[in-house]
Every structure is written in structure tokens, then in C-alpha cells.
């Protein structure tokens, strides 16, 4: 459950003022899950590891968290009047394998750190924000965003932005979601700049949208693309989504390479607290190396609700690789699939 701190009211402070109290809302995940992978490097070593992912050096990231990133958070909510409120998110993420941050830069919240006004109209909130694409493919990935250990969606390039100013409105089942982060190079206000938005619309057992984003580099030459479409049906117990991105990026010789994405899934509720998985996740790049690579994704998991905070989880996928995909590309050793099979517990507050 989530524990409700209360805020207190300061008086006598400066100018003898008073601040209004708000409510603070701590919450947050812990999920430690043993994943097995193997191929991880051109020798086709296999790894062992608590949220191994098949990546890095390892291939495991010391609980990085296989059903849901790990995470704790602070948001909380001030009533204005008028219908109009003040509100804030802080949230980071960690390793519960170690106990570590889980990022490279020791940012503290680098998950989410953004304060904002909300309305009848909406909401504008600024600082770091998960992307208006990130929330869009959330309607029609068939795993909303869960078994990230092995479900490639969340990285659909860049699922935060710094520096953001993000508006989000909902009206009558459409949501809409415009958002530009500042680049901040000195003498080029457009470099390094991303302008985004986000259409969505749910109305019953349908959920369908779209995306799309620009984006400068440093230099305000180059300029990389992105949009995004899928959608959502639900009935009964059976759930399917299936959706589609593409992520075009300038070279330097004038020249463009594609990331083009799409994936089709869906779920099976047994019972009110069990339910199996299934998803196809396809990713193919073009002219961004010397020959382009595409890595084909089969994936099958169940979980297993034991109450409202605690969830039991496992799955099994399998990896075709190809081109410069394979593991070990340019050497006299590779490897073109991979196999993983996890299981874990998550548990919520």
C-alpha cells in the first residue's frame, strides 16, 4: 500500500507567513529476478545473474528489475483552488541486486524530477519527463511495459527528456501530449532541441495512437526523426495490440539510417490473478553500419498475482540475430541467436 506522509505547515518563518500543507505520496517497487541467458559474447558464453538482460558485459545488470524497473518515488499534490493544483513527481530507480543506482551518471532521480501546474484543462509540468512517445506505445505494447528483461519496447529511444516542458490534456477518452526539451547550446537555441507529441484515444475495449518527434544534434546539422501508430482490443479475458516505429537519423554523409520497429502481442487472463503472455518484437536497421542487422524477438510469460502488491512472474524468449546485429560483429567469432528464461517477484508499496 501506499504510505501517505503528511507535510506540515510552517509558521513564523522570515515574514511570519504560513505555507499550506500537501500531501506526500511515497511509493515505489522492488523486483529481484533470476534470468539465464546465453550467447552473451562472440565465444557463446551464457550468464546467470539477477536482471540479466543479455547486455553489457555480463549480460546482467545486479537487479536492475525483470518484471518492472526498480524504483522509489515521491509525488504529491497541492489544491490551489479554482480547480487548479499544484503537483510534483521525484522518482529514481536503483538495483536491488547491489543496492546501486541504476544509471551511470549518479543522477539521484533520473527516472523523473518535474513540478507542475494541473487543471480541468490539463496539465504542464517541467524538468525531466517520460517522453510523449513513451506514454503513447504504452496503450499498445501487449506487455505495458512489464518483463522488461526481456521485452525490447521500453527503449524505444529515449523514454525521458531533460530540460522539459510537457503539456498533457485529456478530453472525453482523446489524450494529447505536446512536449519540447530545450537543447541549452550556448548561441544555437535550437541544438540538441526535441520537439514532441502524442494522440490517443481509449473508448471501451479499444485503445489506438500516434507519435511522432524531431530532434537537432549538437551541432543544429543533423536531425533525427521518429514516429510511432499501434493499437489496442480487449475482450473478454484476451487482450491483443500490435504497433509500429520508425526512427530515421541523418548522417554525416548526407546520407540516412533507419530503425524501424514492430511488434504484435497479447494476453490471456485464466483467472482474475493469473494470466499468460505472448509477443513477436521485430527490429531491423538500415545503412547505420556496413551491413544492417535485425534481431527477431519470441517471447512467452505468465504471472501470478498474489495480492494486490506482490506479483510472481516467469518467462521464456528466444533471439534470431542477423547482420551486424549478431553478437560479436567484425570478429572471427559470433553469434546469431540468444535464448533467456527468467522467473521473480515483484513487490509494490
Keep these: ?20 500543507a500537501s ?46 524497473a526498480n524504483r522509489l518515488g515521491f509525488t504529491g499534490k497541492e489544491d490551489l483552488g479554482n480547480g487548479l493544483d499544484a503537483h510534483f513527481n521525484l522518482e529514481m530507480g536503483y538495483l536491488s541486486g547491489n543496492g546501486g543506482l541504476d544509471n551511470a551518471t549518479n543522477q539521484i532521480f533520473q527516472r523523473q524530477a518535474n513540478v507542475g501546474l494541473g487543471g480541468a484543462w490539463g496539465s504542464l509540468d517541467l524538468g525531466r519527463n517520460y517522453t510523449a512517445i513513451f506514454k503513447t506505445v504504452a496503450a499498445y505494447d501487449p506487455f505495458h511495459y512489464t518483463f522488461t528483461g526481456a521485452v525490447p519496447l521500453v527503449g524505444l529511444d529515449g523514454l525521458r527528456r531533460d530540460n522539459d516542458i510537457q503539456y498533457t490534456g485529456s478530453f472525453n477518452g482523446l489524450t494529447v501530449r505536446v512536449e ?8 544555437m537555441s535550437g541544438a540538441s532541441a526535441t520537439t514532441e507529441g502524442g494522440l490517443s484515444y481509449g473508448n471501451g475495449p479499444i485503445n489506438v495512437g500516434g507519435a511522432y518527434r524531431t530532434q537537432k544534434d549538437a551541432t543544429n546539422q543533423l536531425t533525427s526523426k521518429q514516429w510511432t501508430v499501434g493499437g489496442a482490443f480487449k475482450t473478454g479475458p484476451f487482450e491483443v495490440a ?58 512467452v510469460g505468465a504471472k501470478y498475482n498474489m495480492s494486490k502488491s506482490t506479483i510472481l512472474y516467469a518467462d521464456i524468449d528466444h533471439t534470431n540475430l542477423d547482420g551486424s546485429s549478431v553478437i560479436g560483429y567484425g570478429g572471427a567469432q559470433t553469434q546469431d541467436s540468444q535464448n533467456g528464461i527468467m522467473f521473480g517477484i515483484d513487490h509494490w508499496f
Excluded at 516505429?245 to 540516412?256: E, G, L, M, P
Aim: aromatic fraction near 8%; charged fraction near 15%.
Design 242 to 299: 500490435a504497433g509500429y516505429d520508425k526512427n530515421t537519423a541523418d548522417q554525416v554523409a548526407k546520407s540516412s539510417g533507419d530503425t524501424k520497429n514492430w511488434w504484435l502481442g497479447g494476453s490471456y487472463a485464466m483467472t482474475p490473478a493469473a494470466a499468460l503472455l505472448a509477443g513477436y518484437f521485430d527490429t531491423k536497421t538500415t545503412n547505420l553500419a556496413a551491413i544492417d542487422g535485425q534481431s527477431k524477438k519470441f517471447v
Design 23 to 68: 500531501s506526500v505520496t511515497v511509493y515505489g517497487n522492488i523486483d529481484m529476478g533470476l534470468r539465464n541467458v546465453t550467447n552473451v559474447d562472440a565465444k557463446g558464453d551464457s550468464v546467470l545473474g539477477m536482471g540479466a538482460t543479455g547486455s553489457g558485459a555480463n549480460g546482467t545488470d545486479n537487479g536492475k528489475g525483470d518484471y518492472a
Design 180 to 187: 519540447h526539451a530545450l537543447g541549452q547550446v550556448p548561441g
Design 1 to 20: 500500500m501506499q504510505k501517505k506522509l503528511i507535510a506540515l505547515a510552517v509558521a513564523g518563518l522570515m515574514s511570519g507567513g504560513a505555507f499550506a
